[in-house]
Every structure is written in C-alpha cells, then in structure tokens.
Nanobody, 114 residues
Framework: VQLQASGGGLVQAGGSLRLSCAAS????????MAWYRQAPGKQRELVAR???????TYAASTKGRFTISRDSAKNTVYLQMNTLKPEDTAVYYC?????????WGQGTLVTVSS
C-alpha cells in the first residue's frame, strides 16, 4: 500500500489550502483515513479522521476550520483547511488503516505566515 500526499505550501494567515492523499495497493473496503500533523519539536497529532461509513472526528484545534472528506471509489482523502493560523504550520501526514494495519504517506509541509 502506498500513499501519495499533495497540496502543501506557503500561505498567509487567514488563507486556505487543500490537501489530497491518494492510496494505492491492496486496501480493505472498510478502513479509516486520516490526517495527522507534526510541528517542529512537537509530537505528531491527529487533525481529522474519516471512516468508510462517513463518521468524522476532528481535533478541537481544527474543528470549524478544517473539513475532511473522502472519495472511497478513488481511495483518496482530502483536507480543506480554511482560516489558517501560524500555529497550523507543520508537516501534514495522511494515514490509512484497518484492523492492525496502518500506513503513512510521505508528508507535505504547510507553512502559515503571520
């Protein structure tokens, strides 16, 4: 299984970015797709998660500003990030899992300038 993330970049505070992550390989039809992020000197944290049945979980810090969605037919997950803040600066990683299996994308850098 491989995950290919794209869409990161530099944006001013208050701006928007959309991340995409496409998964390929042998993937369970029932799975969870998520975005995590890791800022310099900090632990990796969950940003948002979406299950096959559409159940969504957001981190408190992103709820109301970020929207996660998925196209299960394409095994692709998206993260629409609005009203970005400097504290959103991090490397964003997509994650795919089912049961005990878990896979990570390569990470895409999001930098929010003040």
């Amino acid at each position: 299984v491989q995950l290919q993330a794209s869409g990161g970049g530099l944006v001013q505070a208050g701006g928007s970015l959309r991340l995409s992550c496409a998964a390929s390989g042998s993937i369970s039809s029932t799975n969870r797709m998520a975005w995590y992020r890791q800022a310099p000197g900090k632990q990796r944290e969950l940003v948002a998660r979406i299950l096959t049945d559409g159940t969504i979980t957001y981190a408190a810090s992103t709820k109301g500003r970020f929207t996660i969605s998925r196209d299960s037919a394409k095994n692709t997950v998206y993260l629409q990030m609005n009203t970005l803040k400097p504290e959103d600066t991090a490397v964003y990683y997509c994650n795919l899992g089912w049961g005990l299996y878990q896979y990570w994308g390569q990470g895409t850098l999001v930098t929010v300038s003040s």
